[in-house]
């Protein structure tokens, strides 16, 4: 069963060949980082056009990389919620014209299941329930899952994880996306010598809050401008670190799960991986954490959850549209 997987929410243009939901025969990921980087953020209007030129030429590499001949798929299956509008509705419209051309089943998905699928990916049996916490440039969500049924347990009121990264190294003029560099600066920075605020560490909630410490890195930055970057950089990641693990344990604890996931874009996080890893390894629970490039945005995860829907009998109409918000069901 090979399926044929396209992801466009944001500014990656990616096109991947998943044979039974696991085995990834290619994952051609296009990025866009050079079009957006002057910007500071991805730009809608142009992350539209970029796909548009992009995907077809990564639909031919994803094939040739594959070593298969499109007329071998069995389905194609798209991102089509949440994201930016334009940029979803030219992956939509690539995958229904090889639906309907190929007469093959059409299977819209939700970015966040994708996601959370990625878990899958790196080894999670798609069977076992389980937390999985998706840090993302659009999300920070906590969400109970069990095959494709999803609860969503907790979420940002205000910034994602990902955004709060992007806007720090935006404000500290360190390009974008700012995630990754903010994660190399960090590496050599001091993050003791600032203790920023850990924003809902204490509630009884399992929302986040990540927009009080971006103004306060700004103000930090502001009062005391000589402030190397590089601790700034590994103090604001220690508090994003600190919250996201703190959470994410005492929400394992109250709903007794031996098994959690850490996915999305900020999962590729070094600092991140390893402070995960290292309470797994003392606590004793199950820790799935895809490779990086499965963290940031993929159509691999896309085409490897369509799998289990399509052997469940779930697949969509032709008429399926585009979404910019998710609809994952409150607690
Ligand atoms: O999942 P993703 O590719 O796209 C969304 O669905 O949003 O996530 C992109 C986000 C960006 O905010 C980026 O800065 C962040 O993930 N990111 C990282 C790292 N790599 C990407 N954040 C922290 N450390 C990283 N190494
Ligand atoms: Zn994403």
Known sequence: M?????ESSCDDTSIALVEKGNSVLSNIISSQIKDHTRYGGVVPEIAARKHLEHILPVLHSALDKADTNISKIDAVAVTHKPGLVGSLIVGLTAAK??????KVPLIGINHLHAHTYAGCLAGLPFGKPHLSLIASGGH???????RHTYRLIGRTLDDAAGEAYDKIAKHLGLGYPGGPIIDKLAQSGNKSIIRFPRPMIDH?????????LKTAVMYY????PETPPRDLAAAFQDAVIDVLLTKTL???EHLAYDTISVV???????ALRAAFKESADRTHFSLFIPPPVLCTDNAAMVAGLAYHLLMDNIVSPLNLGVTATADIPLK
Do not use: M, P, Y
């Open 97 to 102: 014209s090889i639906a309907l051309h190929l």
């Open 140 to 146: 920070t969500s906590l969400l109970e899952c069990h």
């Open 2 to 6: 090979l399926i044929l997987g396209i």
């Open 264 to 270: 999305g874009g900020v999962a590729a996080n070094s």
């Open 204 to 212: 009884d909630t399992f929302d986040f809050s990540f927009s009080g």
């Open 250 to 252: 005492k929400a394992r």
């Open 221 to 224: 930055l502001h009062n005391n």
